[in-house]
């Protein structure tokens, strides 16, 4: 079992930056692949980031690339996504989840292919 716990989430302006971290509760954290999504008001869940069991290779979203900043500290059980450039509509509910599992692969798109889940941090950017 993982206990996954975000931080971070908050009112920003458009143009500005968030960073927003998640705490993971088992030491064997880097045999997890880690990653982000969100989920606005009736839209469905979608893949923002996601980062393997070293940080050595990361994956986005096509909406975030270039804005978004995923990584990863094994030593302290943590995953930061670093936001910058926000716009309205990044405007969601971010979770941070973790797979089973550690290297990304095509599923690693879906929410279902994700073993635990966070319970979310709201992120609100304002025109």
């Known amino acids: 079992q993982v206990q996954l716990v975000e931080s971070g989430g908050g009112l920003v302006q458009a143009g500005g930056s968030l960073r927003l971290s998640c705490a993971a509760s088992r030491r064997t954290f880097s045999n997890y692949l880690m990653g982000w999504f969100r989920q606005a008001p009736g839209k469905e869940r979608e893949f923002v980031a996601a980062?393997?069991?070293?940080?050595?290779?990361?994956y986005y979203g096509n909406s975030v690339k270039g804005r978004f900043t995923i990584s990863r500290d094994n030593a302290k059980n943590t995953v930061v996504l670093q936001m910058n450039s926000l716009k309205p509509e990044d405007t969601a509910v971010y979770y941070c989840?973790?797979?089973?599992?550690?290297?990304?692969?095509?599923?690693?798109?879906?929410?279902?292919?994700?073993?635990?889940w966070g319970q979310g941090t709201q992120v609100t950017v304002s025109s």
């Open positions: 980062i393997d069991w070293n940080g050595g290779s990361t």
């Open positions: 989840a973790a797979e089973n599992g550690p290297f990304f692969h095509s599923n690693s798109y879906s929410p279902s292919s994700y073993d635990y």
